[in-house]
């Protein structure tokens, strides 16, 4: 029987050490680790997602709150455990957020693989017009279908990253 993952699901905090593992081995260090413990620390956090496959967590994204524009929220981290990477199931999992972030409405903003976060449902070519601390050619909007230009202020908790 071939193994596949679950849908996401919103994490719990016993999935904590599990995440923090799936951290280190998708980017190879614990600096997206620390960046989620310090998102927590501060209440910044507005969402965690994991996706299991079988007993264990394959996948997982984080959602913050922006600084500014208010009501905005970051993308990061974004996981895919290496051994099932390439199947589909970060598209999955961040297609079906980017379908909730047009369906609500709710600007959701990502630094990243523009052809990535693209095909799973993202504007790499309105985030343009943004102005933001990190490369705009690697940012990416979903959620709004107009964007007009913003400046984009995350939390001092992404400070060094």
């Known amino acids: 029987m071939i193994a596949t993952p679950q849908f996401a699901r919103d994490m719990k905090r016993a999935d904590e050490a599990a995440v923090d593992a799936l951290l280190q081995a998708a980017f190879g260090g614990t600096d997206e680790v620390k960046l989620v413990q310090r998102l927590r620390r501060s209440g ?5 997602q ?4 079988g007993d264990r967590i394959v996948g997982y994204y984080a959602l913050s709150h922006l600084v500014a524009p208010t009501g905005w929220l970051a993308l990061a981290p974004v996981a895919i455990a290496p051994d099932v990477q390439g199947r589909g199931y970060g598209k999955r999992m961040i297609g079906m957020l980017s379908e909730w972030a047009r369906l609500t ?3 959701v903003v990502v630094v990243g693989d523009p052809k990535f976060y693209t095909r799973a449902g993202f504007d790499a070519s309105n985030a343009q017009q943004f102005e ?3 490369p705009v050619a690697v940012t990416a909007v979903a959620g709004i279908a107009e964007p007009k230009p913003a400046v984009l202020k ?8």
């Open 154 to 161: 995350y939390g001092r908790e992404f400070d060094g990253v």
């Open 50 to 53: 994991v996706m299991p496959m």
């Open 132 to 134: 933001s601390p990190y």
């Open 44 to 48: 910044r956090i507005a969402g965690e």
């Open 105 to 107: 409405q709710t600007p």
